[in-house]
């Protein structure tokens, strides 16, 4: 069997670009450090949300030294909190994000970041960013949630150390 030079060519090229996304995908699972979101978070009661420790009062809890858990309820349509007030962090922080649905599955993004789950009714999503310097972020649900999911969002406020009111964090 005779193959002309150009299937030659195009085999050789073919065959290289599959190892080279197969060492993509590889690279991104082992090297880049991409985590993907485990269910780590545990379980809660969407329709008893209002009877959670946290969740009951959703906001931004001090954990650590510069460490923040930020607790968030996804529901039609807006981010609680985030959407009518901003999620408040200082610069220079460990933020983790816990995230859940009180009623139908939406997302959460961070925009311009890595930051970014479904929001799953009776599900907690866990995530946790580096917030650096100051800026204002948007949010973002990403999953179509129903018929005013194009207006799903909020804001993500990372204020420098000194302009941080802890008095307003929960907890």
């Not at 969407?46 to 959703?58: E, R, T």
């Not at 990372?158 to 302009?163: A, D, I, L, N």
Request: aromatic share 8%; proline share 5%; hydrophobic share 35%.
């Amino acid at each position: 069997m005779e193959i002309h030079d150009y299937e030659k060519l195009w085999l050789g090229l073919a065959l290289l670009l599959i190892v080279g996304f197969i060492a993509t995908v590889a690279y991104g699972a082992v090297g880049a450090g991409v985590a993907m979101v485990d269910d780590e978070g545990g379980t809660v009661d969407p329709n008893a949300l209002d009877q959670h420790p946290k969740f009951s009062d959703p906001g931004v809890y001090e954990s650590g030294d510069g460490e923040y858990d930020v607790y968030v309820i996804a529901r039609q349509y807006m981010f609680q909190p985030g959407t009518q007030e901003p999620i408040e962090v200082p610069a220079n922080s460990t933020v983790t994000f816990h995230v859940t649905s009180a009623d139908v599955i939406h997302g959460f993004e961070v925009v311009g970041t890595n930051a970014n789950t479904m929001a799953i009714p009776g599900e907690v999503a866990t995530i946790t960013v580096e917030v650096s310097s100051p800026g204002k972020y948007g949010l973002l649900c990403n999953e179509y949630c129903g018929g005013g999911h194009h207006g799903m969002e909020g804001t993500l406020r990372v204020v420098p150390r000194t302009e941080f009111n802890g008095t307003e964090v929960s907890g």
